[in-house]
């Protein structure tokens, strides 16, 4: 019932620029926290931005001052603005969304959703 669906992914050179974009659908109420997490061959998956949906923003130390996280509640969407990529930002970007959806009538369920992933990948 619910779905969430990334794209923007590609490759670009070392210091160029990405745009991710992740929409959610289907029979939703709200959408509270989302995020971006990546992972790369030989690694965990790792926590990349999050942001609330008062618009609060956590980031990890290693994408600081180069990645910017954003969201548009009336398209559902979530937005990962990636400027000044490095060979160890390539990896497969995971969108995530906290949603309270419509389970059947009179009921409510929140559930915590994952997009299909959407790969990157930065040459040096």
């Known amino acids: 019932q619910v779905q969430l669906v990334e794209s923007g992914g590609g490759l670009v050179q070392a210091g160029g620029s990405l745009r991710l974009s992740c929409v959610a659908s289907?029979?939703?109420?709200?959408?509270?926290?989302m995020g971006w997490y990546r992972q790369a061959p030989g690694n965990q998956r790792e926590l990349v931005a999050t942001?609330?949906?008062?618009?609060?923003?956590n980031y990890a130390d290693s994408v600081k001052g180069r990645f910017t996280i954003s969201r548009d509640n009336a398209k559902r969407t979530v937005y990962l603005q990636m400027n000044s990529l490095k060979p160890e930002d390539t990896a497969v970007y995971h969108c995530?969304?906290?949603?309270?959806?419509?389970?059947?009538?009179?009921?409510?369920?929140?559930?915590?959703?994952w997009g299909q992933g959407t790969q990157v990948t930065v040459s040096s």
């Open positions: 995530n969304a906290d949603i309270t959806y419509y389970s059947g009538t009179n009921h409510r369920r929140a559930y915590d959703y």
């Open positions: 289907g029979s939703i109420f709200s959408i509270n926290v």
């Open positions: 942001i609330t949906s008062g618009g609060s923003t």
